[in-house]
């Protein structure tokens, strides 16, 4: 292997070692818009989740709208059904967003606790923040892989 293509394999290496923004799909975020979506470790794509572990997830976006409050709903897409996956937190107003919300750049910034009681399995992940109107400041989508 020459000097060039060792490079070209160590950045490509880089590339994946580093946090890189997830890999979304907007589904009607229509109180706000997304800018970029952060789960810290996520080395893959998707994004494996290691029974056991906490992993921070840190959506950016700004809000078209004023809102009093925030409440944050997901649910794990398992064979195209949605499950209701209950936070321990709920309130977006307690995630890193200041309340009121006005018409501005956020980061709604929460823990994801993978309980080693989950299953092992492929998943999409639907998490929404719904605001006073329980229209979504965002509603986005994302595959991860829980593994043992
Ligand atoms: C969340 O992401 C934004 C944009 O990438 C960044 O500026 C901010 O520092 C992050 N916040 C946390 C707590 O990681």
């Excluded at 290496?13 to 580093?18: A, E």
Aim: proline share 7%.
């Amino acid at each position: 292997m020459d000097v060039r293509a060792a490079s070209v394999v160590l950045f490509c290496l880089m590339g994946f070692t580093f946090a890189v923004p997830v890999k979304y799909l907007d589904c009607g975020s229509t109180s706000g818009k997304v800018a970029v979506v952060d789960i810290n470790p996520c080395l893959n794509d998707p994004c494996q989740l290691h029974k056991g572990q906490s992993y921070s997830v840190n959506v950016t976006f700004n809000s078209a709208v004023e809102s009093q409050t925030s409440k944050a709903v997901v649910h794990g897409i398992v064979a195209g059904v949605p499950v209701p996956f209950p936070l321990d937190n709920d309130d977006g107003c307690k995630c890193g967003i200041q309340c009121p919300i006005k018409q501005q750049d956020y980061n709604y910034v929460t823990s994801l606790p993978v309980k080693s009681i989950y299953p092992s399995m492929k998943l999409v992940v639907k998490w929404e923040l719904k605001d006073d109107g329980e229209n979504d400041l965002f509603c986005i989508e994302f595959p991860v892989q829980i593994v043992g």
